[in-house]
């Protein structure tokens, strides 16, 4: 399948060393299609880390490039997907990866919460001018807090941090904030009525 250059999107995943970046990068590619079961770090088995050095250490030391295909409302999009590491000893293939996508997914530990190294990644995308979205990941482990998460997000970062997708049900699942119709119950999100954090959105787009 050919793509136009307007149909072509290139997203690296950044973010503090062990934030959940390759097991989000395996998800995706599964969730896409383009594998048919997500590997695992412990055995060795994912994606992006092919190295036998990867595979030894349990994580990332070079950035890695993978894509999929979606075709929403009828129009072939193709994503470049690109894992990098997290470490600061290896953060030259990090960096070399921002210069080719036009937006940072800044992965988060919902356990650890805003670390060094995610406050480190934002100020490199920001510097770069590239687009941000912050992915906070593992919410559905027994010690996450999502609303804490979030409130230390918008301390560090600023008040324009506003979640699109709501944890609900103790994080087992996510329900849409930005496209919120009034069909969800009031408070059915762990962090509160979605109709509020719509109206949040809306309020700083006006």
Not at 18 to 28: D, H, P, R, S
Not at 73 to 87: E, F, K, R, S
Not at 139 to 154: M, S, Y
Request: hydrophobic share 40%; charged share 20%; proline share 5%.
């Amino acid at each position: 399948m050919s793509y136009t250059t307007e149909n072509i999107r290139n997203v690296a995943f950044a973010g503090h060393p062990g934030a959940g970046k390759t097991m989000l990068f395996e998800a995706l590619l599964h969730a896409g299609g383009a594998i048919q079961t997500a590997g695992n770090i412990e055995r060795g088995t994912t994606v992006s880390d092919f190295d036998p050095i990867e595979k030894e250490r349990g994580h990332s030391v070079d950035a890695a490039i993978a894509s999929i295909d979606s075709n929403s409302d009828n129009a072939p999009v193709h994503i470049n997907l690109v894992d990098t590491p997290g470490y600061p000893d290896f953060r030259g293939p990090t960096l070399s990866a921002l210069a080719a996508v036009e937006t940072v997914a800044i992965v988060v530990d919902a356990d650890a919460g805003v670390e060094y190294g995610t406050r480190r990644m934002m100020e490199y995308a920001k510097a770069r001018n590239l687009c941000r979205v912050i992915v906070v990941n593992k919410i559905d482990h027994a010690e996450a807090d999502a609303g804490r998460v979030l409130q230390e997000l918008r301390d560090t970062f600023g008040p324009e941090i506003l979640p699109l997708n709501l944890p609900t049900d103790h994080g087992t699942r996510v329900i849409d904030c930005f496209g919120y119709t009034g069909k969800i119950a009031q408070g059915d999100s762990d962090l509160g009525p979605a109709a509020d954090w719509h109206q949040k959105i809306l309020d700083q787009v006006v």
